[in-house]
């Protein structure tokens, strides 16, 4: 029974980590934007454990209900609904993280814009690290991947930029 209910954590952890990736975030923001904390995540995300309160949290901003975050048997999730969903549900309940999150967003978009618009940057396509450290360089501000990720992908959807996936969780991003 022991080994059985290992097993079941690792397939959640393996779950949870799937939606991370799909919402592009870090362990750390994924915690603050749903009022939970650091280690929390870091523990389904290995397997280690988690309460039922943990579980409906995120069952609650993701917006899947628990016979689909569960559903270990299936490997799809709803990528636009999560995203939707879970964004949503930031912004609705957790305001403030909400608000911090996307203030560095904003001069993001705008940084990235200029890059596209302006230089020539994005002609080699960039990981998003290389496109992070620019940002760095040019206007002297720290950046998570995660929030530069997610305003790739926005310029993606918007049809200026293209992503192209490497490995399992690496993209690069060009024009």
Do not use: C
Not at 37 to 55: C, D, L, M, P, W
């Amino acid at each position: 029974m022991e080994e059985y209910i290992r097993e079941q954590k690792k397939e959640i952890g393996a779950r949870i980590q799937k939606i991370l990736a799909i919402l592009d975030l870090e362990p750390a923001q994924f915690a603050a934007l749903t009022k939970l904390t650091v280690n929390t995540i870091i523990n389904i995300e290995s397997g280690k454990g988690f309460n039922s309160n943990t579980i409906l949290n995120i069952s609650f901003y993701t917006g899947m209900p628990l016979n689909v975050l569960l559903n270990l048997s299936s490997n799809r999730i709803d990528k636009t609904t999560l995203i939707k969903n879970f964004w949503y549900n930031a912004k609705t309940y957790n305001f403030s993280e909400y608000e911090k999150f996307n203030e560095k967003r904003f001069t993001i978009v705008e940084a990235i814009r200029r890059l596209i618009e302006e230089t020539s940057f994005f002609d080699i396509p960039k990981k998003t690290g290389e496109v992070r450290n620019r940002i760095t360089k040019d206007y002297s501000i720290k950046l998570e991947s995660s929030a530069v990720s997610q305003a790739l992908l926005d310029f993606v959807e918007d049809g200026l930029l293209n992503k192209n996936k490497i490995g399992s969780r690496n993209f690069h991003y060009s024009k």
